[in-house]
């Protein structure tokens, strides 16, 4: 059984490349590494990395939208490993400026189910 959705906004499929790095790390422990999105929202997304990234951890997020690079800092609220040994994550943002939040909302609403 799944766990309940608790979503405050629906999430749309989608399958765009996110680079991101955990916040307060030293240059000599800071890394970079890549996702793929697979659902998205104003609030958050859901990716799919290979690198199980910290339960609870801070991370900037660069992730490709239409044409648009938006830049947001999330949370880790969701991990899990998945059966082919890549991980799915949930992330909530935190912050995230005000055009990328429109460029998110426009990119949704182009995408939204009618």
Known sequence: ?????????????????VIHHELG???DHAWTTLAVTL????????????EA???????????AVE????QATG?????????NGTFEIGVEFLQIG?????RVRRFLRERAPA
């Open 98 to 102: 005000a055009e990328d939040i429109a």
């Open 67 to 70: 044409n648009d690079i938006v």
């Open 1 to 17: 059984m799944l766990p309940q959705d608790r979503r405050s906004a629906p999430r749309v499929e989608t399958g765009t490349l």
């Open 75 to 83: 949370r880790v609220v969701h991990v899990a490993k998945t059966l």
């Open 25 to 27: 790390q030293s240059a």
């Open 39 to 50: 659902d998205l929202n104003e609030f958050g997304l859901r990716a799919q990395t290979t």
């Open 53 to 63: 990234l910290r339960l609870g951890g801070r991370y900037r997020f660069s992730l």
